[in-house]
């Protein structure tokens, strides 16, 4: 083990000075098998994603141990497609990057097992990514040309943040939220409305035809700071409804939804400008999968050009959970000799902000 670690060390050193380099990236932390193949961390030779998304539907949520068997199930064919529609033979790759953590524990060990015995097998280096520093670099695949440092605005289901981008493979934590994430919440007020998974979408496809005109109890204990609180607002909602059925009374969904939504997303959008002008960064880069929410790309947008603060958003196809955005963290971290791992290497549930 430890000569594998000492030969990938010296292994990183030497692709430094390669004019290109091929990253294999593996993702499986929660209900998505990817794998990807990158080219110096800003070019995507191929990114393919088995989702589960029509498996844990009835289920109204991601079930972690039918996630971590279909994992089993996929990682082998989607890897071996990933090499056909690429065209690259399994000795022109240069290393490994794995997402080691956050996320769900037996769907993490699918791919960090996977990925060692492969990196291993290759004799190349195997680089742990962790989740948030994956959705950073999102951007960097969407803009090529983007640079830190700046301020990112990190909304998933397992984290909402604001982090300060020092450099590719550093950040430092503005804020947080100290309850739900955004994306949890989402979720749970979509399934007490009735709606099927994912429900973040579903939110968001209805809110477009509803009035934010209902007057939900919001937490405001925060407003002064950089961190967040969503408990708040998902309880009154579901109050809301519960209350509305118990008095056989009718609601409207769409209103619900675009109330809520916009609760959530004003003050997101809100305190990532206001850290943008503490930090006196005029660049803003949202990560994560509510990214993908049209009502948040619009209010930034308007909010950003307000401000004079440049406004990046990575592609559609790159909010969710992606490989492609594991191998570019892996590429920068690989040049920076940072996080290469030994076989020692397992999977974390959670990762520091």
Known sequence: M??????????CQELKHKDSI????IESSCDETSVAIVKNGREILTNIIASQIDIHKKFGGVVPEVAS????????????????????????????AITYGAGLMGALLVGVNFAKALAYSLDIPC???????GHISANYLTHKNL????????????????????????????GSTVDDAAGEAFDKVARVLGLSYPGGVQIDNLAKFGKPNIKFTKHNALKDSLNFSFSGI????????????MKNEDFVKEDICASFQKIIVDDISNKAVKACKLQNLNKLVVAGGVGANSYLKENLTKLCKDNNIELYFPDLKLCTDNAAMIASSGYFNLMAGKNIADLSLTAKPTVSL
């Open 69 to 96: 068997r279909n994992h089993i199930l996929a990682i082998d064919k989607v890897f071996k497609k990933v090499l056909e529609t690429a065209g690259k033979n399994i000795n022109e790759i240069d290393a490994v």
């Open 127 to 133: 680089i742990a990514v962790s989740h948030v520093e």
């Open 147 to 174: 640079r830190p440092p700046f301020i990112c605005l990190m909304v998933s289901g397992g984290h909402t943040a604001i982090l300060k981008v020092n450099n590719y493979i550093s950040h430092t934590l503005l």
């Open 22 to 25: 091929l990253i294999l990236g």
């Open 2 to 11: 430890i000569k594998y670690y000492e030969k990938s060390k010296a292994k």
């Open 234 to 245: 998902k309880t009154a909602v579901i109050n809301y409804v519960n209350s509305k059925k």
